[in-house]
């Protein structure tokens, strides 16, 4: 095993973790078969029912009927990464429960029944784990899950069997993105069963050098097996990245430096800017954060304004300004309103060259 890192190292580099089961029931058909039965309608809405009540013991879940969503709320909610673009395209059927925090996610009538999703700030899957696992428990507790002895859980995907489980970490790569390792890391990470895509998934773009490694099989391993395997490769991937930040920084020196200022002075200073180049602005930005190119913060805890960060680069996706903005805006409006925010909010972070 890898070893043990500081803290703040994994921070500089792992956003967020997330688990994520697939789960059907046995007394209802999948939801592929589901909608091409003559009353889908009406057993969507008893499977919605069944699950929001069992979960209406643990916390204040909305329920959000996914046909009933404008396409803009429904945007705001994949950007935001809390529902997905193929619950949306099963809008006839599909709904989601989300916890006031957006931590959990509940996902009905996806490609399953359901799709349980935990999502946390930093490098925690085991805790991840825990809690989607208490969600898990109080559902199953009432409802009988789709399970066969040999299989495990049965899934509309061949790749879900088993467990269920989908452990991953999104991770910010810019070292390794810029300086052609990437290759490398994605080979040797589908060797030992793991996948790399972008920040939405797969078919997702690698948007602000973010990328999720996560498992691909569930078949055959423990969730033991599934966490371990994929903490091992992360921790890993954390120490290539900052390996080939360190050789980044010796390397191109001033060009670099001048590189990540010269972004911070666009995104403090714009009066407007495109979602394409505010995403290579601010990963700038937030590599100069981890290379120590601005003064430390009072509490010595840089990562925290890395992830102050990451939360502004999603709140200026489009659905979520409009949503900020309280009424739709045209693409040219959004990019005003993405700079005037964002030199706002970046003078609230204080951070100083």
């Known amino acids: 095993m890898k070893r043990d890192m500081p803290r703040p190292a994994y921070e500089s580099v792992a956003v967020s973790s997330r688990i994520r089961l697939a789960r059907n029931f046995k007394d209802y058909p999948f939801p592929a078969l589901l909608k091409r039965d003559p009353h889908a309608v009406e057993q969507a809405t ?37 529902i997905s673009r193929d619950l949306v395209r099963n809008s006839a059927i599909s709904a989601a429960l989300i916890a006031p925090d957006e931590s959990i996610s509940v996902m009905i009538n996806e490609e399953d029944h359901i799709r349980e999703q935990y999502f946390m700030k ?5 805790k991840a784990y825990e809690r989607i696992s208490g969600i898990d428990d109080v559902i199953s507790e009432s409802i009988p899950f789709a399970y066969d002895k040999t299989f495990g859980y049965l899934t509309a995907c061949p ?43 797969e078919g997702s773009g690698a948007d602000g050098e973010l990328f999720q490694i996560s498992n691909e099989v569930t078949l055959g391993r423990t969730e033991a097996d599934i966490l371990a395997e994929v903490e091992n490769s992360v921790k890993i991937v954390v120490e290539i990245e900052l390996r080939e930040r360190d050789r980044m920084a010796a390397e191109e020196g001033i060009d670099l430096q001048d590189r990540v200022m010269r972004a911070y002075g666009v995104v403090t200073n714009c009066r407007k800017i495109d979602a394409r180049e505010y995403m290579r602005r601010m990963a700038d930005v937030k590599l100069g954060i981890a290379l120590g190119f601005f003064r430390p913060a009072a509490d010595g805890r840089n990562y925290k ?35 005037r925010y964002t030199v706002e909010r970046m003078r609230e972070l204080k951070l100083a060259p």
Do not use: C, H, W
């Open 305 to 339: 304004q890395m992830a102050a960060i990451d939360d502004l680069i999603v709140a200026m996706r489009p659905a979520n300004i409009n949503r900020l903005n309280g009424s739709p805006l045209s693409a040219e409006e959004q990019d005003v309103f993405r700079a």
């Open 159 to 201: 790749t879900n069997l088993g467990t269920g489980m989908r452990a991953s970490v999104m991770l910010f790569l810019p070292a390794v993105s810029r300086r052609g390792v990437l290759k490398d890391i994605v080979s040797l990470l589908t060797r030992q069963g793991l996948v790399v895509r972008g920040a939405y998934g």
């Open 46 to 82: 008893e499977i919605v029912g069944l699950i929001a009540a069992e979960l209406s013991t643990m916390d204040e879940f909305t329920l959000y009927d996914v046909g009933s969503l404008t396409d803009e709320r429904a945007a705001y909610l994949v950007e935001r990464y809390l």
């Open 122 to 126: 930093g490098f925690d899957l085991q």
